[in-house]
């Protein structure tokens, strides 16, 4: 059996959109700290973990001035770990 890479991409986004839904359409998801000792302190998976944290934000929420320097300082770290 063949899996391809976009497939599993979408199972995860329609998953992950249903869990983002009904547990935190009103709320933040748990900050980075929370949850680092989860994924053993995975630097790489923790980057990308705070930019979607905050894409969340933005996107359901109210950011507070501190959520906005929060993803303002993630910028540089993601940019690295891309490059």
Same mark, same amino acid.
């Given at each position: 059996?063949?899996?391809?890479?976009?497939?599993?991409?979408?199972?995860?986004?329609?998953?992950?959109?249903?869990?983002?839904?009904?547990?935190? $359409?009103?709320?933040?998801?748990?900050?980075?700290?929370?949850?680092?000792?989860?994924?053993?302190?995975?630097? $790489?998976?923790?980057?990308?973990?705070?930019?979607?944290?905050?894409?969340?934000?933005?996107?359901?929420?109210?950011?507070?001035?501190?959520?906005?320097?929060?993803?303002?300082?993630?910028?540089?770290?993601?940019?690295?770990?891309?490059?």
């Amino acid at each position: 059996m063949k899996i391809s890479i976009l497939s599993i991409g979408n199972k995860l986004m329609i998953r992950f959109n249903r869990l983002t839904e009904k547990f935190f $359409q009103k709320v933040p998801w748990p900050e980075a700290e929370a949850i680092a000792p989860i994924v053993n302190n995975d630097a $790489q998976f923790l980057i990308l973990y705070r930019e979607l944290y905050y894409r969340h934000i933005y996107a359901r929420l109210t950011p507070t001035i501190e959520h906005r320097f929060g993803s303002y300082d993630v910028t540089p770290l993601l940019h690295s770990f891309l490059m």
